[in-house]
């Protein structure tokens, strides 16, 4: 029998984290094979209700489930992990500014970086999934310099998704027949989504989406605004906010990057950016990646065209006036 996977997930008490810890331990993001056993923090006014969780995951009787750890001590919660999701943040309320929720959130990203560092498995993968992602993913990289920068990414898998849900929807096809879509840069208003590698496949083989849509004023405009958008429709729609679709694409993104994508498919995944297409290294960016034996290498060589150009550009330039944010509020 296989050894259990310790998995981190903060904020466990929240919305996000409670549709996630019951896919962890049903085996959607590790495998039906994969015994795990879950590590669940939240912070102390969410201590009672995390020990609710911790009680329905006891009564869901899970078989790959082989332990639960459900704790308001960081140092606890991090001690040998092999994988953490990082769902716990500090929300924006009503009348704050931006740099308050970025104070808040990068003084946590700060102190759960060094937990990590000094408590974690070694090679443990970090996937956050609090906003601002991209830049609490920088900020967790910075202050723990021992985790290699390649096991630290934030999630874009969602807004991925969307993307192939959109051209899935409009095409009438199969969601998991439209491949290679990408998210290019920030997990914010500013991504960009885009089609022009996308294909479909058809009885008659493998199509661009470009070729089938036929539209490209909808695929340029009306697409794109959609899958940016799509949290705040659902807001509107549900008076809260996403979360059973952020924990289905956060078990897909650590799924894709420990068991590998198929052959032939790439995935968005946010990751510490080495200035590949010219976009400003040392952010975290969202890129087209394959994996394999637990490792992602960003996708090389894809055609960027002149609109497309422009969006890589503005929402790099938006990552870089995060990070100097980031920064001012650090010091
Ligand atoms: P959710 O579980 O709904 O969301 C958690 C985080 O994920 C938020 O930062 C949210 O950003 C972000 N997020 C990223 N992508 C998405 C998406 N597509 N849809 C929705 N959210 C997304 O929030 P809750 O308030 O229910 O739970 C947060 C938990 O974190 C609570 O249990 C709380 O106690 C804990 N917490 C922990 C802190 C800490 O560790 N020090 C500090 C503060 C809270 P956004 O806000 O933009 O929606």
């Not at 036929?214 to 605004?225: M, P, Q, R, V, Y």
Request: glycine share 8%.
């Amino acid at each position: 029998a296989k050894e259990p996977v310790r998995v981190l997930v903060t904020g466990a008490a929240g919305q996000i984290g409670y549709a996630l810890v019951p896919m962890i331990a049903r085996g959607v993001m590790l495998g039906p094979d994969q015994p795990v056993i879950l590590h669940m923090l939240d912070i102390p006014p969410a201590a009672e209700a995390l020990n609710g969780v911790k009680m329905e995951l006891v009564d869901a009787a899970s078989p790959l489930l082989k332990g639960v750890v459900a704790t308001t001590d960081v140092v606890e919660a991090c001690t040998g992990v092999n994988i953490a999701v990082m769902v716990g943040g500090f929300p924006r309320k009503e009348g704050m500014e931006r740099k308050d929720v970025m104070s808040k959130n990068v003084s946590i990203y700060k102190s759960q970086a060094s937990a990590l560092e000094q408590h974690a498995a070694p090679n443990c993968k970090v996937l956050v999934v609090a906003n601002p992602a991209n830049t609490n993913a920088l900020i967790l990289k910075e202050f723990a310099p021992s985790i290699p920068a390649k096991n630290i990414t934030a999630l874009t898998r969602l807004d991925h998704n969307r993307a192939l849900g959109q051209i899935s929807e409009r095409l009438n096809v199969q969601v998991c027949d439209v491949k290679n879509v990408i998210i290019w840069g920030n997990h914010s208003s500013t991504q960009y989504p885009d089609v022009n590698h996308a294909t479909v496949k058809t009885p008659s083989g493998e199509k661009p989406v470009r070729e089938l849509v036929k539209d490209d004023a909808w695929l340029n405009g009306e697409f794109i605004t959609t899958v940016q958008q799509r949290g705040a429709a659902i807001i509107k729609a549900r008076k809260l906010s996403s979360a059973l679709s952020a924990a289905s694409s956060a078990c897909d993104h650590i799924r894709d990057w420990v068991l590998g994508t198929p052959e032939g498919t790439w995935v968005s995944m946010g990751v510490y950016s080495d200035g590949s297409y010219n976009v400003p290294a040392g952010v975290i960016y969202s890129f087209p990646v394959t994996c394999k034996n637990g490792e992602w290498t960003i996708v090389q060589g894809l055609a960027i065209d002149d609109l497309s150009r422009k969006k890589l550009d503005i929402t790099g330039a938006e990552l870089c006036e995060e990070k100097e944010l980031a920064y001012s509020c650090l010091s």
